[in-house]
């Protein structure tokens, strides 16, 4: 039940990452300042969100659990 609640956490993590990337970037571009850290954040979610996705894959799969 812990490995629900912590999957949840961390969708909900790589989500915030993501919006607050986004927001830093839009904002970023607005004011002309730096857009860096916004941006290292966007690659930050999506590496996160494809190494999620893979890891709910092999556990919904069954594969995770070689028993």
């Known amino acids: 039940m812990e490995i629900v609640a912590l999957s949840v956490l961390y969708w909900i993590v790589v989500g915030i990452m993501l919006l607050v990337g986004l927001i830093k970037l839009i904002f970023g571009k607005r004011t002309e300042q730096n857009q860096n850290p916004g941006l290292k954040l966007v690659i930050a ?23």
Not at 45 to 67: E, K, P, Q, T
């Open 45 to 67: 979610s999506v590496i996160m969100f494809v190494i999620g996705g893979g890891a709910c894959a092999l556990i919904l799969s069954g594969l995770g659990s070689m028993r």
